[in-house]
Nanobody
Framework: QVQLVESGGGNVHPGGSLRLSCAAS????????LGWYRQAPGKEREMVAT???????LYADSVQGRFTISRDNAKRTAYLQMNSLKPEDPAVYYC????????????WGQGTQVTVSS
């Protein structure tokens, strides 16, 4: 089992920045990718950014150039640096861990709220 705990959410003005953290614990040896997803009210959960164990990254078009995903393996933590936040970015942001061991593995954190308001 893998446990994921997000932190860093909050309220910022448009154009502001936030840094989300996702601390992983448990059996992470079989995890090959960490990601951030978000879900706004009335909308489906969508991928924001992912990073593999080889540090390959993938971003949603809507956040490309504004958000940066990174990981610190020693701290077992993934980060999402969010800059130039827009009114369309508010959502609950979830950390995700994907891996494989006798079958696919998928874990989710509890989510952290991000709001953007002036």
């Amino acid at each position: 089992q893998v446990q994921l705990v997000e932190s860093g959410g909050g309220n910022v003005h448009p154009g502001g920045s936030l840094r989300l953290s996702c601390a992983a614990s448990g059996s992470i040896a079989n995890i090959y990718a960490l990601g951030w997803y978000r879900q706004a009210p009335g909308k489906e959960r969508e991928m924001v950014a992912t990073i593999t164990s080889g540090n390959s990254t993938l971003y949603a078009d809507s956040v490309q150039g504004r958000f940066t995903i990174s990981r610190d393996n020693a701290k077992r933590t993934a980060y999402l640096q969010m800059n130039s936040l827009k009114p369309e970015d508010p959502a609950v942001y979830y950390c995700n861990a994907a891996g494989f061991s006798e079958g696919p593995l998928l874990y989710w954190g509890q989510g952290t709220q991000v709001t953007v308001s002036s």
